[in-house]
């Protein structure tokens, strides 16, 4: 998945709100809260995509080839892929939607309620 194909997928789930920081990531954000980023961090031209995950995935996905506990959001439970491919896109996609919907779980019922989520 090339950035533009990631910011395009994020784009489409519902009350997602994008940024560009931390010298060009793209971060993309449900009720305020990150849920995936797509970046090129430490050295290297590769992008890397990283995103929250549930506590069973984090274990299976640290153990697979090409994927990382990501850098400073590790003990949150995300995970980074160091290399293009390293998943699937239509799992990385799966993961992206799971993502986004721990964080938005995470948000109060009013703020769930405001942005169009609650259940």
Known sequence: ?????????????????????????????????????????????H?????KCSDISYALLIQQEGMIPAPYLARA???????????PDQDLKAYIVAAHKIIAGKLTKKARKELGLAD
Do not use: Y
Not at 47 to 51: A, E, K, L, N, S
Not at 77 to 87: F, H, I, P
């Open 77 to 87: 439970k995300w995970v980074q892929m160091e290399r293009a491919g390293a998943l």
């Open 1 to 45: 998945m090339t950035r533009d194909e990631f910011d395009v997928f994020c784009s489409e789930l519902p009350a997602t709100s994008h940024v560009i920081q931390w010298g060009n990531a793209s971060v993309w954000k449900v009720g305020g809260k990150i849920f995936a980023i797509c970046s090129r961090w430490g050295d290297g031209d």
């Open 47 to 51: 992008q890397r995509i990283g995103f």
